[in-house]
T-cell receptor
Framework: SAVISQKPSRDICQRGTSLTIQCQVD?????MFWYRQQPGQSLTLIAT?????????ESGFVIDKFPISRPNLTFSTLTVSNMSPEDSSIYLC??????????FGQGTRLTVV | DQQVKQNSPSLSVQEGRISILNCDYT??????FLWYKKYPAEGPTFLIS?????DKNEDGRFTVFLNKSAKHLSLHIVPSQPGDSAVYFC????????????FGTGTLLAVQP
């Protein structure tokens, strides 16, 4: 397993601003993922972040809106840029090692007002 | 296009009885399936998984059944306990190196004492 810490756990932000969410893992992992869970919806993958390469974004998500950094094998950040109320969601960091199940952080509950 | 579907948004069972949660998928390339449990204000917790080369996997009170021809899987919890009350997500992966997961919409399980 892996222990994943996400910061902040929740935030209320003004529209038009940006928020950076941090994800720290207690051990080195190759693959890190960022998911979003909108109210009443399922988890949707935003992007895959691998160390040493550009993040790979899923359809409907773009780097300008959700820039991601992955400076080393234990840390990643997701920024939600130029926020609108539609960005109000739970954002989740996830890690996986080759051939193992993915583990999730506790999530960041974002409310945009 | 919802590739993983959980058609029952909620399920209520009595303590001690069996809980059966269902999941359907459409993508025949999926070869690995997982169940996650999620409590409010927490990230999803891995519960049990199954590879497409198997039709059953058991872990304690939890058993997952896979019917590939029907593109259907189910999670059985027996006996159900009040602490099992949570949202259960079915997820699927097409394997390989990415471990990218496609999630269903979730089923809220309520176990009544």
């Amino acid at each position: 397993s892996a222990v994943i810490s996400q910061k902040p756990s929740r935030d209320i932000c003004q529209r038009g601003t940006s928020l950076t969410i941090q994800c720290q893992v207690d051990s080195q992992v190759t693959m890190m993922f960022w998911y979003r869970q909108q109210p009443g919806q399922s988890l949707t993958l935003i992007a895959t972040a691998n160390q040493g390469s550009e993040a790979t974004y899923e359809s409907g998500f773009v780097i300008d809106k959700f820039p991601i950094s992955r400076p080393n094998l234990t840390f990643s950040t997701l920024t939600v840029s130029n926020m609108s109320p539609e960005d109000s969601s739970i954002y989740l960091c996830s890690v996986a090692r080759q051939g193992t199940e993915a583990f999730f952080g506790q999530g960041t509950r974002l409310t945009v007002v | 296009d919802q590739q993983v579907k959980q058609n029952s948004p909620s399920l209520s069972v009595q303590e001690g009885r069996i809980s059966i949660l269902n999941c359907d998928y459409t993508n025949s390339m999926f070869d690995y399936f997982l169940w996650y449990k999620k409590y409010p204000a927490e990230g999803p917790t891995f519960l049990i998984s199954i590879s497409s080369i198997k039709d059953k996997n058991e872990d304690g009170r939890f058993t997952v059944f896979l019917n590939k021809s029907a593109k259907h899987l189910s999670l059985h919890i027996v006996p159900s306990q009040p602490g099992d009350s949570a949202v259960y997500f079915c997820a699927a992966s097409d394997g390989g190196a990415t471990n990218k997961l496609i999630f269903g919409t979730g089923t809220l399980l309520a176990v009544q004492p």
